[in-house]
């Protein structure tokens, strides 16, 4: 596709549900990132694929979150027993090569609200 | 890791004046700094970025320095216009060679271009 597509923008969850998001990449590109962006706040760093393989965690704050990305395309950031701290945007990038001096071209995002 | 900070948060100027944001980092290896855009409700979008090689890149009304040595780098936008009005972001990727490939992200400038 000509960019990065995220499912669903917006989603409303009570607390307690299980939600996933959906991270459609621009075709071709090798690595694909998960962020989480706070009101105000600039974009935090969750988890990193390159292709298939999920490279570095590092970021998830709890077990409750989990990604995958079983092609190496489509990517799925699946919260579980989710929590009102959990509500943020979350944002997926993707970029063509698996370097860090690379661009990161970035989807709209999921806005997540848990009741 | 990468730590990254930004100044100002907020910043008002008059149409057709200047504004510049500026950025500093910690890991002294690190080589490519882009900055990012972001309206209200959309994605954050890539407007230009460095690489350590150059001091300075041009595009348009938008220009991007580097000092090295300081560990900064700034953006500046010329003759300034409302459509300028938005977040701006700066990061950092993590230190070339390692296995990390995320950006690390200022906390943000909210430009507001006066008519």
């Known amino acids: 596709g000509a960019g990065v597509s995220q499912s669903p923008r917006y989603k409303v969850a009570k607390r307690g549900q299980d939600v996933a998001l959906r991270c459609d990449p621009i075709s071709g590109h090798v690595s694909l990132f998960w962020y989480q962006q706070a009101l105000g706040q600039g974009p935090e760093f969750l988890t990193y694929?390159?292709?298939?393989?999920?490279?570095?965690k590092s970021g998830l704050p709890s077990d409750r979150f989990f990604a995958e990305r079983p092609e190496g395309s489509v990517s799925t950031l699946k919260i579980q027993r989710t929590q009102q701290e959990d509500s943020a945007v979350y944002l997926c990038?993707?970029?063509?090569?698996?370097?860090?001096?690379?661009?990161?071209?970035f989807g709209d995002g999921t806005r997540l609200s848990i009741l | 890791g990468e730590n990254v900070e930004q100044h100002p948060s907020t910043l008002s100027v008059q149409e057709g004046d200047s504004a510049v944001i500026k950025c500093t980092y910690s890991d002294s290896a690190s080589n490519y700094f882009p900055w990012y855009k972001q309206e209200l409700g959309k994605r954050p979008q890539l407007i230009i970025d460095?690489?350590?090689?150059?001091g300075e890149k041009k595009d348009q009304r938008i220009a991007v320095t580097l000092n090295k040595t300081a560990k900064h780098f700034s953006l500046h936008i010329t003759e300034t216009q409302p459509e300028d009005s938005a977040v701006y972001f700066c990061a950092a990727p993590p230190e070339p060679g390692g296995s990390a490939r995320q950006l690390t992200f200022g906390s943000g400038t909210q430009l507001t271009v006066l008519p």
């Open positions: 460095i690489r350590s090689n150059v």
């Open positions: 990038a993707s970029s063509l090569v698996g370097l860090s001096n690379q661009p990161q071209h």
């Open positions: 694929f390159q292709n298939e393989a999920q490279l570095d």
